[in-house]
């Protein structure tokens, strides 16, 4: 009868060590790979806007990239705003441009209701889609850390900062998708509830400090780039502009003092019929916050036009 075999402590101390210097191994070139894909994969949102060469790119959240047509706003543009992210989406999008960038100007879409929420918004999770740019950035990395104390450590690990995109940042990067201008066209439109019930307009609204740093950030950055920041605030149905609402009196007094600088064309104060006819037309959203394509073209015509009158020409600012 043959004695079952069996495995000594010293051998499976050694097995797991073996297994656990592989895993380490993977880890490391596995993050090794992705980093080196990711900054040629069309995954990496700076990547992606910059292919057709741009003069002038749209940043911002969801209202920004349904809001501003970048066929409408003309010349070659491309809207590079991302669902659901913040100011400080915009401020790492700058801070990771390339040296040898085509972009004059940057349209900033500034969202306010994001900008209150500050880390603690609910689309701060939408942030994570920039996750590999925070091993280099560690701006953004505080960022994360303000939501996850241990986002740091997390980090250690070379495959943590992809997970669940490295198959598209592999295939992005063999492949590149074509984005076309980054647009994206919504079509129809919500009608309104009769049953909502109105918001309180009387209340004093306040930013929280992180928020007015990013802004900072993102004015400094583009001087330094030598870029021409434009900033707007995209309209919402039935309501008027953020700068004439008594609640974000406090926060549009703080951000315009920021804007005050030559790099800024500051647009957000800008109102006119156009827009208030806009904002009373149901058939131009798609729902409360976004407009649809109708809605988009209309206003990236009145904003282009108001960049034509306001702005100046298409330039640098100074040589480079």
């Not at 990239?65 to 700058?94: C, D, H, K, V, W």
């Not at 647009?183 to 918001?199: D, L, S």
Request: net charge positive.
């Amino acid at each position: 009868m043959e004695r079952q075999s069996s495995i000594s402590a010293s051998e499976l101390s050694l097995a797991l060590a073996g297994l656990a210097l592989f895993l380490i191994a993977f880890d490391a070139v596995g993050g090794w790979v992705l980093r080196g894909a990711y900054q040629k994969s069309t995954v990496n949102p700076i990547y992606r806007a910059l292919l057709g060469n741009p003069e002038t790119v749209v940043l911002g959240s969801s209202t920004a990239m349904s809001g501003l047509s970048p066929s409408a706003l003309g010349g070659r543009a491309y809207n590079a705003s991302e669902n659901g992210q913040t100011i400080f989406y915009a401020a790492a999008f700058l801070r990771n441009l390339p040296l040898d960038h085509s972009l004059k100007r940057v349209i900033f879409g500034f969202d306010v209701q994001d900008f209150i929420r500050g880390h603690k918004s609910e689309f701060m999770k939408y942030l994570k889609t920039l996750a590999p740019l925070a091993e280099i950035d560690s701006e953004l990395m505080k960022k994360y850390e303000l939501n996850d104390p241990l986002a740091r450590y997390k980090y250690v690990s070379g495959l943590y900062p992809f997970q669940g995109r490295a198959r598209r940042v592999l295939f992005e990067w063999w492949r590149p998708k074509n984005a076309g201008n980054g647009f994206t066209f919504f079509e129809g439109y919500e009608k309104r509830n009769p049953n909502r019930r109105p918001e309180d307009y009387a209340t004093l609204l306040e930013a929280p400090e992180e928020s007015y740093e990013a802004l900072r950030q993102l004015v400094d950055l583009a001087g330094k780039r030598n870029l021409q920041l434009i900033v707007v605030s995209p309209p919402w149905r039935d309501q008027l502009i953020p700068a004439r609402q008594k609640r974000y009196s406090r926060i549009m007094k703080t951000a315009q003092k920021i804007f005050q600088t030559s790099a800024v064309c500051n647009l957000t104060e800008i109102s006119s019929s156009v827009i208030d006819k806009l904002i009373g037309d149901e058939t131009k959203f798609f729902d409360r916050r976004h407009l649809n394509g109708t809605g988009a073209e209309i206003y990236s015509r009145f904003i282009a036009q108001l960049i034509a009158n306001r702005c100046g020409e298409l330039s640098r600012l100074s040589s480079p």
